[in-house]
């Protein structure tokens, strides 16, 4: 198996950018060696979370397949399309407390739903470092063990249809201009709001007084991934973005469409992988999030998303929020660890989701 893994590894770094070794070494150390022979064990893998998340069913299915010829595995990976983050983080507490085995082996969801896995103790904590030290950084782990960075978004973006708009908007406030009423979507989970009520972002009382100036202005609601509706007129802009960027892959393909990130709020959020207690093949789950933090697993997410984990010395997205920062843009960074700072955030988001529902 050593030497079968050794082969795969160099095979694997054939694939990615010049010059970054996908592990620490050729050879996976014990830890490491433990994993890829219990998963091989399992043989199968669940993986479960919305559509375009690292993306499409292919991509997954390449990363499956990548992910078997670098540790010389040999296990059957079944990608199934899930709902929203809030509805997937419920299929797996709801799964727990039956006594089921989670729908998913792995759960990929933004800062806010990994706390919440945590804080309702259904992922489990990992010696995520102890299996690449070289390569995953202790920060990257957070709430305890139970979650480990995956990639980078920017949430909060206004998405806009160029040809349609009465002006290029630069702050989130610009969409409560008259003209833009009647003309602009959002999000029935109210993403975004986790973070704006915060309070060392704009606290409750301001966030919450602009959600109901916005859903005065608002012509539907419509989930992250729904950005062709934008493109087609339907709606000229939406807000806020969750932080995927589907809009510049529509964009590279011709369609009228465009992002911006708000002056008046500038994130920067990870996106983490989490275990469900309740998981099928937690050692196959575990070799796929580990597969995820090589440079290899990072190029396939590059791929399917325009966005990987900017602190990977080859991460491209770092170029881009190196760019929004050269223009002026600064950031503020929202880990798992801070969610779990910020209770009011989960208050806050409770009350722009009924806010906004009553457009």
């Known amino acids: 198996m050593a030497r079968t893994i050794s082969l795969s590894l160099s095979a694997g770094l054939a694939l990615t950018l010049a010059g970054f070794a996908p592990l620490a070494a050729a050879e996976p150390n014990a830890a490491l060696q433990q994993v890829i022979a219990a998963a091989q064990k399992e043989g199968k893998l669940e993986l479960q979370w919305g559509s375009g998340m690292i993306g499409t069913g292919a991509h997954v299915k390449a990363m499956g397949d990548a992910m078997n010829a670098m540790f010389g595995t040999t296990i059957a990976v079944r990608f199934t399309p899930g709902p929203s983050e809030p509805e997937m983080v419920n299929k797996v507490v709801v799964a727990l407390a039956a006594g089921l085995p989670s729908p998913t082996d792995i759960v990929i969801d933004t800062n806010q739903y990994a706390g919440e896995l ?82 060392d972002v704009w606290g409750a009382e301001r966030a919450l007084d602009f959600a109901r100036k916005l859903s005065g202005q608002l012509a539907g609601l419509i989930r992250c991934n729904d950005l062709e509706r934008v493109a087609s007129g339907e709606f000229i802009a939406f807000a806020l973005n969750c932080g995927g960027r589907e809009w510049l892959q529509l964009k590279e393909k011709g369609a009228p469409i465009d992002g911006v990130v708000p002056a008046d709020f500038a994130a920067e959020r990870y996106y983490y992988a989490s275990l469900p207690k309740n998981s099928a093949d937690p050692n196959a789950a575990k070799l796929f999030v580990l597969f ?54 989960r208050k806050g988001q409770k009350e722009a989701v009924r806010i906004l529902a009553r457009r």
Request: hydrophobic share 40%; net charge negative.
């Open 292 to 345: 995820l933090e090589t440079s290899e697993g990072q190029k396939m997410i590059w791929d399917g998303t325009l966005t990987d984990l900017h602190s990977y010395p080859e991460s491209r997205f770092a170029k881009v929020i190196a760019g929004y920062e050269k223009s002026g843009v600064k950031f503020q960074e929202f880990t798992a660890d801070w969610f779990l700072q910020h209770p009011e955030a």
């Open 118 to 199: 945590y804080l309702n103790k259904v992922s489990v904590p990992v010696d995520w470092v102890s299996f690449m030290p070289e390569r995953i950084a202790p920060q990257s782990v957070e709430a305890g063990g139970a979650t480990v960075r995956v990639f980078t978004t920017v949430p909060g973006e206004i998405i806009f249809n160029p040809q349609l708009v009465p002006e290029r908007p630069t702050r989130l406030t610009d969409l409560l201009k008259p003209e833009w009423k009647g003309k602009i979507a959002s999000t029935p989970y109210a993403a975004g709001w986790e973070l704006l009520t915060a309070s």
